[in-house]
């Protein structure tokens, strides 16, 4: 039997900016990326946007590029992030027992990002916090299932749970997106990279302002 207000058995979990802060990994690995074509960007702050949607996109909107220049922006950051970008995050404090009372509840946890799937597996494995999660759903490096629409279509599909048994729990409103497509209620997190108005905006069910406030409704 699932305890507390928050009755679901399956919950998602976006990664960045809802698990753990990777702001220096991600910024600094755009910064790398847009030097390798020419574009000097030396205040990281600005570059805190490509957190959390999908890397080719951002690439593409921000800076005007063409599919394929975005997509060299992108293995220009994947050269760095995967070298040193993956380590330069952490877990945002609270989380790691957040996860363990999730557990003790006895309900089923998944991580849904759009970050390829094999960054997010190495990101939780050295961070230790892949054993909370039954499967990690992250995109292919092709760029198949970026949109968090397609994932968690997907996840629902290998996984055979009800959407109504589910929430998804995210800092943008991609993930928030996501989740009302396919049936599941959304709970927006404000610590992370997505403003208020633009959680707002896409009117999830539930809206915490910190990680304190999400643990306290899961203990109900």
Not at 47 to 58: N, V
Not at 117 to 124: L, P, T
């Amino acid at each position: 039997m699932i305890q507390g207000d928050l009755n679901y058995r399956h919950i998602l979990f976006d990664l960045d900016g809802t698990l753990t802060d990777p702001r220096e990994g991600i910024t600094r690995s755009v910064q790398h990326a847009l030097a390798q074509l020419g574009i000097d960007e030396p205040d990281l702050q600005t570059l805190e946007h490509f957190i959390g949607p999908p890397l080719l996109q951002c690439f593409m909107h921000t800076y005007g590029f063409d599919e394929a220049t975005a997509w060299r922006a992108v293995g220009h950051y994947r050269e760095r992030f995967a070298e040193v970008g993956l380590y330069e995050n952490q877990l945002f404090a609270g989380v790691g027992e957040l996860l363990q009372l999730l557990g003790e509840q006895g309900r089923t946890l998944y991580i849904a990002t759009s970050k390829p799937r094999v960054f997010a597996e190495q990101i939780a494995r050295h961070f230790d916090f892949a054993r909370h999660f039954k499967v990690i759903y992250g995109s292919e490096l092709d760029g198949t299932r970026t949109d968090k629409v397609e994932l968690i279509a997907h996840l629902l599909e290998q996984e055979g749970f009800a959407a109504d048994t589910a929430l998804m729990i995210g800092d943008r409103k991609h993930d928030l997106i996501g989740a009302r497509h396919n049936g599941l209620d959304a709970a927006a997190v404000g610590y992370g990279f997505g403003s208020v108005e633009e959680l707002q905006a896409e009117a999830p069910r539930y809206h915490f302002s910190t990680l304190a406030e999400l643990h306290r409704a899961f203990m109900g």
